[in-house]
């Protein structure tokens, strides 16, 4: 076992071309690690970088990977969308980041299409490429069970009919499971990724280091969303089907309402009265807020897949949701823009769906019988990304960022769930404009700069920007604060603009699906949830585009590019 | 704007933090809007621009935090330190350490705000930020004064053989200032009596307790919290909800565990549950009181092997006023309160986390509840001045 004094200067660049089969490595040069550390900057930056041919994928472990700071072993992945053709950038979580920091690798550039199915394996800084293996594609678990003891990414057997919706599933649990980045792997011949390594980085100021990782310990144990007795580490995520259901913002019937009577029913206190689990954790996590089936081995439904998969459809038979939800896992689909398009068809159609449809249809999809999808009048999609189990009715921060964000209907990017709705780190009105578009940059600036350090969103439901600035510095040695990484969060939320500009997204499609404007949801028992005012809505765009250093037009400019630091070339 | 800066300047002039002419509030969307321009407000601005704040809130508090925070501010900066590290449970959890500035100018603000909430100043000022919400700076705010005055405390506590900060004239009058403010708090207004009949009864009845608990200055800002049984629910106030607008601000906890909409709650929701089930009580009321704080953390034992680490491992029976003294931090953790709190109730009416506040168990209603919460503050408020007389004259 090797041991690294530092984490500054010791990973790779590797790249990978698999039409030549081709691999070489390269340093990362220290202004580029200043401009955008790692994780989801350092991946924008390739792929900004890369230019406009033979669209790659690319792969970046955040900066604190593998060091032991609670909560960042989240992977980033940018490459172009099959589903708006502008940018795709997720994350996921898992061992993967941690597997390629211990490898000694900070970057998988991978582009091309190699001329069969392939797996890239990753023994610490050893690249090769294999051939995938009937065994290796039958699904994404026989995929882990062929590289068991590695950290595994891959795509199943849905991407390879190129399903736009395909995912790729991470070590059997976990996932980058909206956007499309299965089709991507599929695109390139590519089966899937195993990794591992024996690095063991030392942060530069041990001492320091665990200080800062007991002060993240203690706030995540102050949260009642993380850590509570209804929190994340004792039920899940699925624990917020109840919240969204009171508050009326829970997507029901196609978001024709926001209340689904059947929610008790399908809940995460039946879901785990219904098939006892245990937890599952990302790498290095205290929260764990995966559930893993006891009797299977399978994780169950997470809060987006199971609120999706029951009320969106309004199915209140909770085994269906599981089967559902294990399809989609089993195969590499995506299991909410599943459930989106079964639900705008049985719109299109004036039909209900029984249990029966539901999982015929996506056996369907996962044996990728895709081809004659049909347009769906009725999905409910911005830029071709579905939308999450969040009504934007109820929360209008939400509604500002879902319809603003690069990569579309993303509840992620700016996160005010955690403001509008979980209450942390303060509690805001849900039902006002006032004060969001300001809110959603800071947020943007905020989690892009915790992308690029490899955490967890949910942990700002407890610790800071602070505290992760100051782990940064007992990690790598160099001085950050909060509004540092702030600065480094703006670069890399422009940059994605400037991408999508490059790949022709317009700003145009910066809105929400007409329904929000014109039909209330379900109100509540003391309050109404009413459309979506259009010129409110419109104001705080344009306030939000200000504040962006966009132009009226919502697109990047070259000035504030070069406040930036970003060369646009 | 108007509205949100006068809820804000009311909410700091009822809970004795500051007086609107002394502090300056600005919010910013895409444009920033001033209660109180200061000079150099353009400058301010641009520094809010530069650390994305969405607002700002710097000035003077009242008295006696303006004395207190000054001294301690000052002597910080004397002895070449950046800041001042409280160890109550407030600070220890969420601000960790509190810059300290010589005076505030919108350079040393911006250097000082980049990383840190809240920031205080050898002129007995405090500056803080939100980035969300206006509420956020008024909390960090709230939070700098309270901590500093339990800082102050503590080492006044200790005779002067044993003084751990320096022996100044300075010191003296600052504690001149305290003492003077030290006075009995006044027995609490009448309560919503049991029985209560309907949901929204408890829900008054809460709300009512909460709002007493903060105009008696029991608890400061957002912190501190409230819950009633019944039938079979806990009403109990979300986390973040300042107690004394819980309006809106309660959630519903099935005792069954049939639902999860209590996500929301108060961090100490695992505790009150624990209580409400195992204990002999209908509800609990949690307050911050300073001098009860102050004095839970004040220890005879300067050698114990625990010194830096009692919060969470003192062994040591201790109490005041027949009160006893627990360890536990916020939450659910490993070491959180949830595991001492409960126990200590079955066999009292009230317990005191160690630097943290006081837990009172409510038995049908709040009125006896606010009332001990009141009572315990007060014998600590006079056990405090007994030794910071006897000390220091």
Same mark, same amino acid.
């Given at each position: 076992m090797k041991n690294s004094p530092s984490l500054r200067d010791t990973s790779a660049l590797v790249h990978i071309d698999l039409t030549r089969r081709h691999i070489d490595s390269a340093p990362i040069p220290a202004d580029v690690r200043r401009q955008f550390l790692a994780g989801r900057g350092l991946a924008t930056h390739l792929l900004w970088e890369h230019g406009a041919d033979d669209d790659p994928v690319i792969l970046c472990p955040g900066a604190l990977a593998a060091t032991q700071t609670p909560a960042t072993s989240r992977v980033s992945l940018v490459a172009r969308s099959p589903l708006s053709g502008g940018l795709l950038s997720e994350t996921g979580?898992?061992?993967?980041?941690?597997?390629?920091? %211990?490898?000694?690798?900070?970057?998988? %550039?991978?582009?091309?299409?190699?001329?069969?199915?392939?797996?890239?394996?990753?023994?610490?800084?050893?690249?090769?490429?294999?051939?995938?293996?009937?065994?290796?594609?039958?699904?994404?678990?026989?995929?882990?069970?062929?590289?068991?003891?590695?950290?595994?990414?891959?795509?199943?057997?849905?991407?390879?009919?190129?399903?736009?919706?395909?995912?790729?599933?991470?070590?059997?649990?976990?996932?980058?499971?909206?956007?499309?980045?299965?089709?991507?792997?599929?695109?390139?011949?590519?089966?899937?990724?195993?990794?591992?390594?024996?690095?063991?980085?030392?942060?530069?100021?041990?001492?320091?280091?665990?200080?800062?990782?007991?002060?993240?310990?203690?706030?995540?144990?102050?949260?009642?969303?993380?850590?509570?007795? #209804?929190?994340?580490?004792?039920?899940?995520?699925?624990?917020?089907?109840?919240?969204?259901?009171?508050?009326?913002?829970?997507?029901?019937?196609?978001?024709?309402?926001?209340?689904?009577?059947?929610?008790?029913?399908?809940?995460?206190?039946?879901?785990? !009265?219904?098939?006892?689990?245990?937890?599952?954790?990302?790498?290095?996590?205290?929260?764990?807020?995966?559930?893993?089936?006891?009797?299977?081995?399978?994780? *169950?439904?997470?809060?987006?897949? *199971?609120?999706?998969?029951? /009320?969106? *459809?309004?199915?209140?038979?909770?085994?269906?949701?599981?089967?559902?939800?294990?399809?989609?896992?089993?195969?590499? *689909?995506?299991?909410? #823009?599943?459930?989106? %398009?079964?639900?705008?068809?049985?719109?299109?159609?004036?039909?209900?769906?029984?249990?029966?449809?539901?999982?015929?249809?996506?056996?369907?999809?996962?044996?990728?019988?895709?081809?004659?999808?049909?347009? /769906? /009048?009725?999905?409910?999609?911005?830029?071709?990304?579905?939308?999450?189990? #969040?009504?934007?009715?109820?929360?209008?921060?939400?509604?500002?960022?879902?319809?603003?964000?690069?990569?579309?209907?993303?509840?992620?990017?700016?996160?005010?769930?955690?403001?509008?709705?979980?209450?942390?780190?303060?509690?805001?009105?849900?039902?006002?404009?006032?004060?969001?578009?300001?809110?959603?940059?800071?947020?943007?600036?905020?989690?892009?700069?915790?992308?690029?350090?490899?955490?967890? !969103?949910?942990?700002?439901?407890?610790?800071?920007?602070?505290e992760y600035a100051d782990a940064t510095t007992a990690v790598t040695g160099d001085p950050m604060d909060a509004t540092g990484l702030l600065h480094i969060g703006a670069r890399i939320c422009y940059l994605e603009r400037m991408l999508n500009q490059r790949f022709g997204l317009s700003p145009h499609s910066d809105t929400l699906p007409a329904r929000f404007f014109a039909e209330p949801g379900t109100a509540g028992p003391d309050f109404a949830v009413a459309p979506i005012d259009e010129r409110a809505f419109a104001d705080a765009k344009a306030r939000y585009y200000r504040i962006r250093g966009l132009g009226e037009d919502g697109l990047p400019t070259l000035a504030e590019a070069e406040k930036l630091g970003l060369s646009w070339k | 704007m108007e509205v949100v800066f006068r809820h804000l300047l009311g909410r700091l002039a009822r809970s004795g933090m500051a007086s609107p002419d002394d502090v300056h509030i600005a919010t910013c969307d895409d444009t920033i809007a001033w209660h109180r321009p200061p000079t150099a407000a353009a400058d301010f601005a641009q520094m809010m621009n530069a650390l994305r704040l969405g607002t700002l809130l710097f000035g003077a508090p009242m008295e006696p935090y303006r004395t207190l925070i000054a001294h301690q501010a000052a002597q910080a900066l004397a002895q070449g330190q950046d800041a001042i590290f409280p160890s109550d449970s407030e600070t220890r959890t969420f601000l960790h350490r509190i810059p300290c500035l010589p005076a505030f100018t919108p350079a040393a603000l911006a250097a000082a705000l980049a990383n840190a909430a809240v920031v205080i100043s050898a002129q007995g000022h405090v500056a803080s930020r939100g980035f969300f919400s206006p509420f956020e700076a008024l909390v960090h705010f709230s939070s700098a004064c309270f901590a500093a005055q339990v800082r102050f405390v503590v080492q006044s506590l200790d005779p002067p053989s044993r003084a751990t900060a320096p022996v100044d004239v300075g010191a003296d009058a600052a504690r001149r200032v305290l003492l003077d403010h030290l006075q009995p708090l006044p027995p609490v207004p009448p309560q919503h009596p049991a029985p209560f009949h309907s949901e929204v009864e408890v829900l008054r009845a809460i709300a009512h307790a909460g709002r007493t608990t903060v105009h008696h200055r029991l608890v400061d800002s957002a912190f501190g919290n409230a819950s009633l049984l019944r039938d079979g629910v806990l009403y109990i106030s979300q986390t973040g909800a300042p107690l004394d607008e819980l309006e809106g601000q309660i959630d519903a906890c099935h005792l069954d565990a049939s639902h999860t909409n209590a996500i929301t709650a108060s961090s100490e929701l695992a505790a009150h549950l624990a209580i409400v089930q195992h204990a002999r009580f209908d509800g609990v009321l949690h307050g911050h009181p300073p001098m009860t704080v102050a004095l839970s953390m004040h220890c005879d034992l300067p050698d114990?092997?625990? !010194?830096?680490?009692?919060?969470?491992?003192?062994?040591?029976?201790?109490?005041?006023?027949?009160?006893?003294?627990?360890?536990?931090?916020?939450?659910?953790?490993?070491?959180?309160?949830?595991?001492?709190?409960?126990?200590?109730?079955?066999?009292?009416?009230?317990?005191?986390?160690?630097?943290?506040?006081?837990?009172?168990?409510?038995?049908?209603?709040?009125?006896?509840?606010?009332?001990?919460?009141c009572d315990i503050e007060n014998a600590a408020a006079a056990e405090c001045k007994k030794r910071i007389s006897r000390w220091w004259g």
């Open positions: 979580g898992g061992s993967l980041a941690h597997a390629l920091r %211990r490898a000694g690798i900070s970057a998988l %550039r991978i582009f091309g299409r190699a001329d069969a199915p392939c797996v890239i394996r990753i023994q610490d800084q050893r690249v090769q490429l294999i051939d995938a293996t009937d065994d290796m594609m039958r699904d994404t678990p026989s995929f882990a069970d062929a590289f068991a003891g590695m950290a595994t990414i891959c795509a199943g057997p849905a991407a390879r009919s190129n399903t736009p919706f395909a995912s790729l599933v991470i070590d059997r649990h976990f996932g980058i499971w909206r956007g499309g980045a299965g089709a991507v792997f599929a695109q390139k011949n590519l089966v899937g990724i195993a990794v591992t390594g024996t690095e063991t980085p030392q942060p530069n100021d041990p001492a320091r280091h665990r200080q800062v990782c007991a002060d993240i310990r203690r706030l995540i144990d102050a949260s009642p969303a993380l850590a509570g007795p #209804y929190g994340f580490s004792r039920l899940g995520t699925s624990a917020l089907l109840d919240l969204l259901n009171a508050r009326r913002m829970l997507p029901t019937n196609n978001f024709r309402a926001t209340f689904f009577p059947h929610g008790s029913q399908v809940n995460a206190v039946q879901l785990h !009265r219904a098939v006892p689990s245990h937890t599952g954790a990302c790498a290095d996590c205290p929260v764990a807020c995966k559930r893993i089936a006891t009797r299977d081995n399978r994780a *169950l439904p997470n809060f987006e897949s *199971l609120a999706h998969f029951t /009320a969106l *459809l309004e199915n209140a038979h909770l085994e269906t949701a599981i089967a559902a939800d294990a399809i989609c896992r089993q195969s590499g *689909l995506n299991p909410t #823009y599943c459930a989106a %398009r079964l639900a705008a068809t049985a719109e299109d159609e004036g039909t209900g769906l029984s249990p029966d449809d539901i999982l015929h249809q996506l056996h369907q999809w996962s044996a990728g019988h895709v081809d004659d999808l049909p347009d /769906a /009048a009725n999905f409910m999609a911005i830029k071709g990304m579905e939308m999450p189990p #969040y009504d934007p009715r109820g929360a209008l921060g939400l509604a500002l960022s879902l319809a603003t964000s690069t990569r579309g209907a993303c509840h992620l990017e700016a996160w005010p769930i955690a403001t509008e709705v979980l209450r942390k780190p303060v509690a805001v009105d849900r039902f006002s404009f006032a004060g969001k578009a300001r809110a959603q940059r800071f947020s943007e600036d905020r989690n892009a700069a915790g992308d690029a350090l490899g955490l967890c !969103r949910l942990l700002f439901l407890g610790p800071t920007l602070a | 114990c092997a625990q !010194r830096h680490r009692c919060h969470t491992h003192c062994q040591t029976p201790r109490s005041l006023n027949g009160v006893p003294i627990v360890c536990g931090e916020v939450g659910a953790g490993d070491h959180g309160l949830c595991h001492t709190v409960p126990a200590a109730l079955a066999h009292n009416d009230a317990a005191i986390v160690l630097g943290h506040g006081v837990f009172v168990g409510a038995t049908g209603d709040f009125c006896a509840a606010t009332q001990r919460l």
